[in-house]
C-alpha cells in the first residue's frame, strides 16, 4: 500500500480564496483524521470520520472550514475564505482495517506526508 | 478532557548519550498512550504504544517507554543516542473505547556529534 496520499504537497494561496486540500486514506482503513499542526498549537484534531460519516468536528476552528468524505477512498477540507492565520500543516491520518474486523481502539494512526498551506 | 504535557520544547544530548523525554498525562482513568516521531518535512510515525499489557514497552530504533500509573508518566527513553534519532517526538492519549487522539506539544531532540 502507498500509505496516506495528501495533495498538494504545498499551496500559497492570497488571502480571500477558496482553498482545498484532499486526502486518500490507506485502503481498508475504516477511521480518517484531519489535523492541523503550527508552531503555536502543536497538533490540533480538526474533525474524524468513522465510515465516511463525521464524528467528531468540534476542533474545526470556525465555518470557513468543512470537510467531506463522499466515499472510503477519499476526503478534502476545505477553507473558504482563506486567512493568514489559517497558515499551517494539514495532516491527514487513518487508522483501523476493515479486513481483520472492527477496529480497536489502541490502533495506530498513519499520517500523511502533510500540506503546508501558506495564505498570504 | 485529556491532557498530555511534555517536558522541554528541545532537548540535546550528545551522541552515544542517554534520551530521556518527558511525557504526562491527565486522565482519571489510564488512556492508551502512544509516542510518534516526526522527522523533517514528513508525517509522524510510531514509535510504541502503550495498551496496558506490559508497563515497559519496546519500539522501533531501540526506544523504549515506561507507563508508570502512579506518576501519570510514560517518559521516552533511548539507552545511546544515534544522529539518526534527531527529530522531533510526541507523546499522545487516547481514553480507551474512542478514537479521538490529544497529542502533547512535541519535543525537539538534537544529538551532538
Known amino acids: 500500500d502507498a500509505g496516506v496520499i495528501q495533495s498538494p504537497r504545498h499551496e500559497v494561496t492570497e488571502m480571500g480564496q477558496e482553498v482545498t486540500l484532499r486526502c486518500k486514506p490507506i485502503?481498508?482503513?475504516?477511521?480518517l483524521f484531519w489535523y492541523r499542526q503550527t508552531m503555536m498549537r502543536g497538533l490540533e484534531l480538526l474533525i474524524y470520520f468513522n465510515n465516511n460519516v463525521p464524528i467528531d468536528d468540534s476542533g474545526m476552528p470556525e465555518d470557513r472550514f468543512s470537510a467531506k468524505m463522499p466515499n472510503a477512498s477519499f476526503s478534502t477540507l476545505k477553507i473558504q475564505p482563506s486567512e493568514p492565520r489559517d497558515s499551517a500543516v494539514y495532516f491527514c491520518?487513518?487508522?483501523?482495517?476493515?479486513?481483520?474486523?472492527?477496529?480497536?481502539?489502541?490502533?495506530?494512526?498513519?499520517f500523511g506526508s502533510g500540506t503546508q498551506l501558506s495564505v498570504l | 478532557a485529556q491532557s498530555v504535557t511534555q517536558l522541554g520544547s528541545h532537548v540535546s544530548v550528545s551522541e552515544g548519550a542517554l534520551v530521556l523525554l518527558r511525557c504526562n498525562y491527565s486522565s482519571s482513568v489510564p488512556p492508551y498512550l502512544f509516542w510518534y516521531v516526526q522527522y523533517p518535512n514528513q508525517g509522524l510515525q510510531l514509535l510504541l504504544k502503550?495498551?496496558?499489557?506490559?508497563?515497559l514497552v519496546k519500539g522501533i530504533n531501540g526506544f523504549e517507554a515506561e507507563f508508570k500509573k502512579s506518576e501519570t508518566s510514560f517518559h521516552l527513553t533511548k539507552p545511546s543516542a544515534h544522529m539518526s534519532d534527531a527529530a522531533e517526538y510526541f507523546c499522545a492519549a487516547r481514553p480507551g473505547g474512542y478514537q479521538k487522539v490529544t497529542f502533547g506539544t512535541g519535543t525537539k531532540l538534537q544529538v551532538i556529534p
Open positions: 502503550y495498551t496496558s499489557a506490559a508497563t
Open positions: 491520518a487513518s487508522s483501523g482495517d476493515r479486513r481483520v474486523g472492527r477496529g480497536s481502539t489502541n490502533e495506530k494512526l498513519f
Open positions: 485502503s481498508g482503513h475504516d477511521y
